[in-house]
DNA sequence: AATATTATTGTAATAATTACAGGTTAGTAT
DNA sequence: ATACTAACCTGTAATTATTACAATAATATT
């Protein structure tokens, strides 16, 4: 997993690599990103970075996740939610989400191991495992109650 | 999985077995998902019983899903795309989406063989396995041309 | 520093899903 | 069979995430 936290000119560099143009917007988006490592949506960002860029705009930060999917540095993670999240962490892996208190965690898998006779023709692009209940927080809580 | 197709009266009997009543709708709602094992949106089940329930809603279908996910006849399918789908064979199974037809697969998979040690706290309910890529029939298209 | 390209912003449009109220139906007891 | 009650169906309206679009602003290059 991209487990280490970039700096502020690796990601400048990421981008510059990636062909994405920089700006204030894009850069405060991606570092967000790389230091909030909590799936956030799209509201969330906006609602933490608005207090920095007041005049920031929602359909700025879905344009930027948008380049930024499309280039692989972030992955959408759908978790059944109306929103969509977003994960910095593109590294294959596991999503687990708490359906108490909506947490995701990230579990490590080894999707070598998901390999299935059947998709022997297909191409497979993209691996996504989503796991569902309820995380031992939550799990603790019910059983005191 | 559950490949096999049922009966009408075996569709009565499992809705009676959830205590879900018995209508008209719902009924032909899990026939229709019975029959066609396409994954099918909320738009595509409307269109086809449309023509033999011309005074179908929308809304009714949306209430009838809720209920059978609810009873745990039928899962949703969150592929990424806007509208949902629904799955009426609820065995442990992966899904495979192609990005050029948009046709969906199902695949076996061992569930049990994901199991990560990092869970080992976790209660997990749910299990999702979702691939996506190129199907043969697009590949051979795309190599074709 | 000037210019051309691309990004940002705010508003308006789109579209999936849910809320709601009134008429209808299914299940049950008589 | 009939009547009754609770639940269901339907159509419309509301909600909400995301995208489209046009005008303004910022970025990169010459």
Redesign the interface.
């Known amino acids: 997993m991209k487990i280490m936290k970039a700096s502020y000119n690796d990601l400048v560099t990421e981008l510059k690599n990636k062909e994405i143009r920089l700006s204030h917007q894009r850069l405060m988006i991606l570092k967000y990103m790389n230091d909030n490592r909590i799936h956030p949506t799209v509201d969330e960002i906006y609602t933490h970075l608005n207090k920095e860029i007041p005049t920031l705009s929602k359909t700025t930060i879905y344009n930027t996740l948008n380049a930024l999917v499309e280039a692989g540095l972030v992955r959408?993670v759908?978790?059944?939610d109306k929103e969509s999240k977003y994960d910095i962490v593109t590294d294959d892996h596991?999503h687990?989400k708490c359906?108490s208190c909506g947490n995701i965690?990230d579990?490590?898998?080894k999707m070598e191991?998901?390999g299935?006779d059947?998709?022997k023709?297909?191409?497979?692009?993209?691996?996504?495992?989503?796991?569902?209940?309820?995380?031992?927080h939550c799990?603790k809580k019910k059983i005191e109650n």
Do not use: A, M, Q, R
């Not at 023709?121 to 993209?126: P, T």
């Open positions: 959408i759908t978790l059944g596991g687990f359906n965690y579990f490590e898998i191991s998901l299935s059947e998709l023709d297909f191409k497979i692009h993209k691996k996504d495992v989503y796991f569902s209940g309820l995380c031992p799990l």
